[in-house]
């Protein structure tokens, strides 16, 4: 059982400079995590995504929660993208990462400001582009990390700031690995 103390809306508002420092122009991979099944992570050290299958092995491919209207996923989900500092500070332990559920977890500011929709950023040999979903905190990521943590990533500054992460759909298919750049282009 998972004992790691949640921290307070305070100590969460605290840490809001460092991820303030993330840099705005060439990023970094820091980790990638597929989701083959509800609820399993698996983290890896690259992957093939695909405008087709999304990231190879992940769940996206076989439905999500956002449909077309022939049932097939929605390509504006695809891929999900947290800033790493916001997901260490939440997590407290890189080793709980994977429990927010996001896919890409980049050294990037990923603001409205500077990744607005439509923006495409190029991730090792894969192109992706900024999508116009919201990207929210949910009631699982509130069980995982606090009901402050929901609040610190949901309030109007942190949907500004993207501290839940962002959607992006891929353009162009390709392979990224940990420690590859995040360009915009």
């Known amino acids: 059982m998972d004992t790691t103390r949640h921290l307070d809306f305070d100590e969460l508002m ?3 400079g460092g991820v303030l420092e993330a840099p705005a122009d060439d990023g970094t ?3 990638i995590v597929v ?3 509800t609820n399993e992570r698996l983290q890896v050290e690259d992957c093939v995504v695909s405008p087709e299958g999304g990231v190879e092995g992940d769940t996206w491919a076989q439905g999500c929660w956002l449909e077309l209207d022939d049932g097939s996923p929605h390509p504006d989900v695809q891929v999900t993208i947290m800033n790493c500092r916001v997901t260490n500070l939440i997590a407290q332990d890189r080793t709980r990462w994977a ?3 996001d896919q890409i977890f980049a050294d ?3 603001s409205h400001e ?3 929709i439509g923006q495409r950023i190029s ?3 894969a192109v992706m582009e900024i ?3 919201p990207h929210l905190g949910c009631k699982k990521f509130a069980h995982r990390f606090g009901n402050d943590a929901l609040r610190f990533v949901n309030r109007p500054e942190g949907r500004g700031l993207r501290l839940r992460g962002v959607y992006a759909r891929i353009v162009e298919a390709g392979k990224i690995a940990v420690g590859d750049t995040i360009r915009k282009i």
């Open 131 to 133: 999508t116009n979903q």
């Open 108 to 110: 990037l500011d990923v």
């Open 14 to 16: 605290a840490g809001v």
């Open 35 to 37: 989701r083959p099944r």
């Open 123 to 125: 991730i090792g040999s």
């Open 29 to 31: 991979v820091e980790a």
């Open 114 to 116: 500077n990744l607005p």
């Open 99 to 101: 429990l927010t559920g």
